[in-house]
C-alpha cells in the first residue's frame, strides 16, 4: 500500500475547502486533476496552483457540471484515459439549499439530493469499481457534521450528506481487503462562501485552512470516518444520545 | 452588516447591496474596517496568484492573498516582500489601503511604492487598471485609501531578492530616550531593518529606556552550520481573558525584566517570520486586554519636533501608570509615501497600545493629542477608533481631495464618523 497517492482528482476543487487542500497536496509534490463547472473559476484556480507548483507537479483541469449524472461515466473514463496513473479521489462538490425552499417545493428539495448526495453516489459507483480492479486507491468525499442528525434547520442537505456517510459505510466495508481506502469527511462550521449568510462568531468556526490539512492528514493515514476538526466527535456523540422526544422540540 | 464572501476578481458589485467596504484579514484595530449598516465584501478567499516572473520577482496577485501566504511560497525561491508590517496575517489588500510600513522605511519607504499597478472595481460597474501612469489620481487615492476608493481585486507588486530565509539580528539597550537617537543615527546604515522598544512606564533618568532591535537579510549559510528553522505553529488565547492583564504591576514586572535585567542575545540568526513577525508567535494577542479591549495610539512626529515630542508623550503615559509593553518606535525616512492619504511620511512613529480604563483612558489620549497637534503630527487611521475629526483634517490637509476620489457606494464606519 503506497502512502499518499501520486495524482488526485478533486471534484468540485473551486470550493473554498477543496482549493486548500489542492495547494497543501501540490507543496507534497501530488499532481492533481481539478474538475469543476465554473470555467472561468476553474482557469483562475489552475494558473494559481501552477504558479505554487513552480513545475514541481502536474496541474490539470476538467469542467463539468456534476449535478449532470448521466455524464458520470463518461466522465470519469475520460479522465482515467487521459491520467491511467490516478490513484486518489477527494468529492468536494456541495451546496447548501434554502430550506424554507426545500420545503415548499419537490422540484428544489430533489435537486439538492441530487447534487449532494447522487452524484458523488454514482461518480462512486464507477470509481470504486475501477479502483477495486486496479486493487489500489483512496476515495474520499466531504460529507457533514449535518448528515448525523436531522435538524429542522436544515434536513435535506442533512439527509443527502446523511445518505452520503452510509453509502460509503457499505462501499469501505465491500473494498475492505482490496487496497482501495475509502475516507468520510466530515467537517463542522467552516468559513466559506456557503456559509455566509451565518452569524460565524464562536469557537466552533474554523477556517478552511484547519479543514483542508486535516483532509491531508486523513489521506496519509487512511482514516475511516474524520471529524473535522476533531472536538465534531465527541460533540456529535453527545448529540446522538437525546432522545427523539427531547431533540424534536430543539429549534436546531 | 451583511457579509459577501467575494470569491472573484470577476464579478460584478450589485448597487442593492450598497454601501460596501472590503474586508482584509481584520487586523487594523478600529473602524476603518467596520461598515455598520452596509455590506462587507469579505476578501480573504479571492486569494489567487495570476502570474509571477521569477527573472525580475515582479507578482500579480489577487487582493485578498495574505502576505504570510506569498512568504511562503516567494521565499524559498529567493524572493522577499519590499515591506511588511509587524504581522504576516494581513491581506496584500489590506496593506495597500493602509499604505503599510515595516521597519525598514528609511530605505524602503511604505508599502504602496512597491505596487506597480492594480485593479480596482468602482460601484459605476467599471473595473479599471490603476497604476501611475493610468488613473494617477486614483492610483494616489487608492495607496492609503482606506477601502473607499472601490475594490482592489488585483494588485503588481516588485519583490526584492535575498539569499536566504535567514537574517543577521541585534539588539542593543538604552538606558534612556537620548541615547536611543544616536545608536539609530549609528545601525542606520548598515541595518535596514531597526525598531526600538520603549518601556513606556519608566520616568525621570530612566523616561524612555529600551531595546533597539536590527536586522538585515543575511547570506547563505555555509554547509553544516546550523540555522534557525521556523516551526510554523503559533500558540493562541482561545478566550478574551476576563479582565485585563494588561495592568500597572505587570506592565512593571513585566518591562523591569525586559528592559534591565534579561540578557539581550546580542547578535544572532534568525528565520525571517522569528525576527519580523514576533507577536505572529502568540495569535489573538490583544485578547490580553479582557473584553473591553484596548485603543491602540499610533503616531508620527516630523523630524524637527520628533525628539521633544517623543519626549513629552512617554512623559505623559509614564506620568498615567496607563503604559502598556507593547510600545514601539520607528523612523520613516525621506521616501515620499505615494498615497494622498498615506500614514508614514518623514518623521519619528510611536505605537502606543492601552488598556480601555474608560474615561481615564479616553483624557490620557486627549492629552496626547495635544502633543501630537503641536508638533505638527498625525495619527494613524488604520489603527483608531476615536480621533477627532479636527485631528484628522489636521493630519491629512489633502483630505478634501481625497474625498474627490472616493466611491459614492462605498462608505466605512470611519468615513462617516470623519464626516458628518
Ligand atoms: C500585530 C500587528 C502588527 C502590526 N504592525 C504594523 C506595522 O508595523 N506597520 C503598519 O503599517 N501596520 C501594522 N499593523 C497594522 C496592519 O498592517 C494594517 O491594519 C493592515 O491594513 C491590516 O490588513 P488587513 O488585511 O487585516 O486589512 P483590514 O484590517 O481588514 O482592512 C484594512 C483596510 O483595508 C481595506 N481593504 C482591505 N482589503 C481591501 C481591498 N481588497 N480593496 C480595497 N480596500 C481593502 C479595508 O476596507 C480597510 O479600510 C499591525 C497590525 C497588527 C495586528
Ligand atoms: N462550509 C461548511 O461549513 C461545511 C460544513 C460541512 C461540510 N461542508 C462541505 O464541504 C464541501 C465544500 O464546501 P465549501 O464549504 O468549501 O463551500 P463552497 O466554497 O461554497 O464550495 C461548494 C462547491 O460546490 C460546487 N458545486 C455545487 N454544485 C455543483 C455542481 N452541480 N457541479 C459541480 N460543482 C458544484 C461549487 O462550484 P462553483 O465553484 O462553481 O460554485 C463550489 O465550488 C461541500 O461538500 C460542503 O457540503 C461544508
Known amino acids: ?252 | 452588516m451583511r457579509l459577501i464572501e467575494w470569491r472573484d476578481r470577476t464579478a460584478p458589485l450589485s448597487a442593492a447591496d450598497a454601501p460596501f467596504l472590503a474586508l482584509g484579514n481584520g487586523r487594523s484595530h478600529g473602524d476603518v474596517c467596520v461598515n455598520d449598516g452596509g455590506t462587507l465584501l469579505l476578501t480573504r478567499g479571492m486569494d489567487r496568484l495570476i502570474a509571477f516572473d521569477r527573472g525580475t520577482g515582479i507578482v500579480d496577485c489577487e487582493a485578498g492573498i495574505l502576505l504570510g501566504d506569498l512568504l511562503h511560497w516567494c521565499l524559498p525561491q529567493g524572493w522577499m516582500l519590499p515591506v511588511v508590517p509587524g504581522t504576516r496575517f494581513i491581506t496584500v489588500g489590506g496593506a495597500v489601503a493602509n499604505d503599510v510600513h515595516g521597519r525598514n522605511h528609511r530605505v524602503a519607504g511604505s508599502f504602496g511604492r512597491h505596487v506597480l499597478e492594480m485593479d480596482l472595481l468602482r460601484s459605476t460597474g467599471e473595473h479599471l487598471r490603476i497604476g501611475p501612469e493610468e488613473h494617477a489620481d486614483l492610483f494616489a487615492a487608492t495607496i492609503g485609501g482606506l477601502g473607499l476608493t472601490g475594490l482592489i481585486t488585483r494588485v503588481r507588486l516588485r519583490m526584492i531578492p535575498v539569499s536566504s530565509d535567514l537574517m543577521l539580528t541585534e539588539s542593543i539597550r538604552f538606558g534612556h530616550l537620548d541615547a536611543v537617537w544616536d545608536i539609530n543615527d549609528r545601525l542606520g546604515a548598515e541595518w535596514p531593518y531597526t525598531i526600538a522598544r520603549i518601556d513606556c512606564i519608566a520616568r525621570g533618568r530612566r523616561l524612555g529606556r529600551g531595546v533597539l532591535v536590527a536586522g538585515r537579510h543575511a547570506p547563505p549559510q555555509p554547509a553544516g552550520t546550523p540555522v534557525p528553522r521556523w516551526r510554523g505553529r503559533s500558540r493562541s488565547l482561545p478566550f478574551d481573558m476576563p479582565f485585563s492583564l494588561v495592568n500597572r504591576h505587570s506592565v512593571r514586572a513585566f518591562n523591569a525584566v525586559y528592559y534591565r535585567a534579561a540578557p539581550l542575545p546580542g547578535r544572532r540568526l534568525q528565520h525571517v517570520h522569528g525576527h519580523l513577525f514576533p507577536l505572529d508567535r502568540l495569535r489573538d494577542w490583544n485578547r490580553i486586554y479582557g473584553r473591553r479591549g484596548f485603543y491602540p495610539y499610533h503616531c508620527v512626529l516630523p523630524h524637527a519636533h520628533a525628539r521633544d515630542g517623543v519626549r513629552t508623550l512617554l512623559k505623559r503615559t509614564a506620568a498615567s501608570a496607563q503604559g502598556s509593553f507593547l510600545a514601539a518606535m520607528k523612523t520613516f525616512g525621506d521616501l515620499p509615501a505615494p498615497g494622498i492619504l498615506s500614514f508614514p511620511r518623514p518623521g519619528v512613529t510611536l505605537a502606543l497600545d492601552f488598556a480601555n480604563r474608560g474615561p481615564r483612558t479616553l483624557r490620557l489620549l486627549a492629552d496626547l493629542d495635544d502633543i501630537v497637534s503641536a508638533a505638527g503630527g498625525a495619527l494613524d487611521p488604520g489603527q483608531d477608533a476615536r480621533m477627532s475629526v479636527t485631528m484628522f483634517r489636521r493630519g491629512f490637509p489633502q483630505w478634501e481631495r481625497f474625498a474627490t476620489l472616493v466611491d459614492p457606494a462605498f462608505s466605512s464606519t470611519f468615513w462617516r464618523r470623519m464626516n458628518p
Open chain 1, 1 to 252: 500500500m503506497s502512502a499518499t497517492p501520486r495524482r488526485i482528482a478533486i471534484f468540485g476543487a473551486t470550493s473554498r475547502i477543496a482549493t486548500e487542500t489542492a495547494r497543501l497536496w501540490l507543496a507534497r509534490g501530488v499532481a492533481l486533476v481539478v474538475v469543476a463547472r465554473n470555467p472561468e473559476r476553474l482557469r483562475m484556480l489552475t494558473d494559481d496552483l501552477g504558479i505554487r507548483a513552480g513545475g514541481l507537479a502536474e496541474v490539470d483541469a476538467v469542467t463539468a457540471d456534476l449535478a449532470d449524472l448521466d455524464a458520470l461515466p463518461a466522465l470519469w473514463q475520460s479522465m482515467t484515459d487521459r491520467f491511467p496513473d490516478l490513484d486518489g479521489v477527494l468529492l468536494a462538490h456541495g451546496s447548501l439549499p434554502d430550506q424554507a425552499r426545500c420545503e415548499a417545493t419537490p422540484e428544489t428539495m430533489l435537486h439538492e439530493i441530487r447534487v449532494n448526495a447522487l452524484s458523488a453516489m454514482s461518480l462512486l459507483t464507477v470509481i470504486a469499481n475501477d479502483f477495486e480492479a486496479r486493487r489500489r486507491g483512496i476515495i474520499a468525499v466531504i460529507g457533514s457534521v449535518a448528515g448525523d442528525r436531522g435538524h429542522r434547520s436544515n434536513y435535506v442537505y442533512g439527509a443527502a450528506k446523511g445518505m452520503l456517510a452510509i453509502f460509503l459505510q457499505g462501499l469501505r466495508s465491500r473494498l475492505h481487503g482490496s487496497g482501495v481506502t475509502v475516507i468520510t469527511l466530515k467537517p463542522g462550521f467552516v468559513i466559506t462562501p456557503m456559509t455566509q449568510d451565518f452569524d460565524r462568531d464562536g469557537l466552533l468556526w474554523v477556517r478552511p485552512e484547519r479543514v483542508a490539512r486535516g483532509i491531508v492528514r486523513a489521506f496519509e493515514r487512511r482514516r475511516d470516518v474524520v471529524y473535522l476538526p476533531w472536538f465534531w466527535r465527541p460533540i456529535l456523540w453527545a448529540t446522538r444520545l437525546i432522545p427523539e422526544p427531547v431533540f424534536k422540540r430543539l429549534s436546531l
